[in-house]
């Protein structure tokens, strides 16, 4: 393990977990690297304390009066994050139907958090009601309009939506995310039961952020302010994971597997010769891990060779280098011990599952919802074994009410012949959470 942060600096680590020991001919080496950041102070692309900027996102389409709470959460929630902003943190609230409207503070600008702005801003709420559609790609386009004119290294929005994106073409959300991704990273969050799951994740999965559910208003405000309360703790952005490869030397995937699993694969961006970088958005005090896959050539016994070398960089401004803050190596020893190259590490082998755990949900409430009886049982009956034998125990719960347990170890479930929307909902959006590797 490496650490080249200065004292200044935020301070990142990288570990590396893997069983670097492959057969004679073995090509795919696995490697869980986790990477910590325990912040700082200032340095070059680090945020000072109010560094930030945020633009809050209410759905004000005409559904959110049905129930009248919705609406009324959501006045509630926003006013909360608001009190919950630092001095000096710029922000914004945007209201969201099928056009996007500026409520605070207007004329296309953002406000600087204080005493004054933040009564105001709170005035400002008391405007907002319900009407019209849906169209939250016209939502993040303004967000970014507001939080490009910002120099701030944290760019951040929270989207709360209570319907389906019904009036907007899906290709136009998607160039959305496309032409934003990068640029901020946002949050969402769905309230009630109508709205759509793919969506509310693939909003927060293109920009670097969590979803959850909110079937009950009432709960709105405590999760606004725990948001608002994450934002303001981060302390770096733009963090890249950057993975260098040998010659002759094929990524297979990168994932973020904790918190959450999250394929970054498809996210890289050249860095370099034989070098890409993996976004992974903003950092405060927190640690994450990440699964990297790679495919070397064929080796004799008694041969070893550097794998891939995995770092996390700033890149820098136009012109500039970017600055390394930790970095990671990963091996490849070919040997003809049976034991050590058949050798699972622990590390690899519980987020392989944990992997598979999220998708085994996902492909289960899918053939749930086609009414293919054979199939969900057979993935949802997988999914209790994986959370069961990984001491997953919120997840555990969630499946719970979704089947009856006959047998956890054995995978053993039986589809209950009724679920309530919010259960089957929740399951599905918090499939991806992950829990650690027990530590021994």
Excluded at 129 to 141: D, E, H, K, N, V
Excluded at 252 to 273: F, M, N, W
């Amino acid at each position: 393990m490496a650490n080249f942060a200065k004292p200044s600096a935020p301070r990142f680590s990288v570990e590396v977990y893997q069983n670097e020991f492959l057969p004679e001919g073995g090509r795919d080496v696995h490697a869980i690297v986790t990477v910590t950041s325990t912040g700082g102070a200032t340095a070059t692309r680090i945020t000072d304390r109010g560094s930030a900027a945020v633009v809050i996102m209410v759905d004000c389409s005409g559904s959110m009066e049905y129930p009248p709470d919705k609406m009324r959460g959501a006045r509630e929630a926003t006013a909360a994050a608001i009190d919950t902003l630092r001095d000096g943190t710029s922000f914004a609230v945007i209201a969201g139907t099928h056009v996007a409207k500026e409520v605070y503070p207007g004329q296309g600008r953002l406000a600087v958090a204080g005493p004054a702005t933040r009564a105001q801003a709170k005035e400002a709420l008391r405007t907002l009601s319900s009407g019209g559609g849906t169209a939250i790609g016209t939502w993040l386009r303004l967000a970014d309009g507001l939080l490009r004119q910002s120099t701030a290294t944290i760019r951040h929005g929270i989207l709360l939506t209570d319907g389906r994106n019904e009036h907007e073409d899906p290709a136009a959300l998607r160039a959305t995310l496309d032409a934003v991704a990068g640029r901020f990273t946002c949050d969402a969050r769905g309230v009630g039961t109508d709205w759509e799951v793919k969506e509310v994740t693939g909003i927060a999965s293109a920009l670097l952020g969590s979803a959850d559910i909110v079937a009950d208003p009432a709960h709105l405000t405590e999760d606004f302010t725990r948001m608002m309360e994450n934002v303001m703790g981060k302390e770096v952005a733009d963090v890249a994971l950057r993975l260098w490869t040998p010659v002759g030397v094929e990524v297979q995937y990168v994932k973020q597997v904790a918190p959450t699993v999250q394929d970054l694969s498809d996210r890289r961006s050249e860095a370099g010769p034989r070098a890409g970088d993996y976004p992974t958005g903003s950092w405060g005090d927190e640690s994450r891990e990440y699964h990297v896959c790679v495919r070397v050539p064929a080796a004799n016994v008694g041969q070893e060779m550097l794998a891939a070398r995995a770092s996390l960089v700033l890149p820098g401004a136009a012109g500039e280098p970017s600055a390394t803050l930790a970095q990671g190596l990963v091996r490849a020893v070919w040997t003809n011990d049976l034991a050590a190259s058949t050798a699972i590490n622990p590390q690899v082998a519980h987020y392989t599952g944990q992997a598979e755990l999220a998708q085994a949900i996902q492909q289960g409430l899918e053939a749930r919802k086609l009414g293919d009886v054979g199939g969900a049982t057979a993935k949802l009956g997988r999914a209790v074994q994986l959370a069961s034998a990984s001491g997953n125990a919120d997840t555990a719960k969630l499946l719970a009410k979704v089947v009856d347990v006959v047998d956890a170890a054995a995978g053993t479930v039986r589809l209950k012949a009724k679920v309530a929307d919010a259960d089957e909902m929740t399951l599905e959006t918090r499939s991806t959470q992950t829990v650690r590797v027990k530590k021994t």
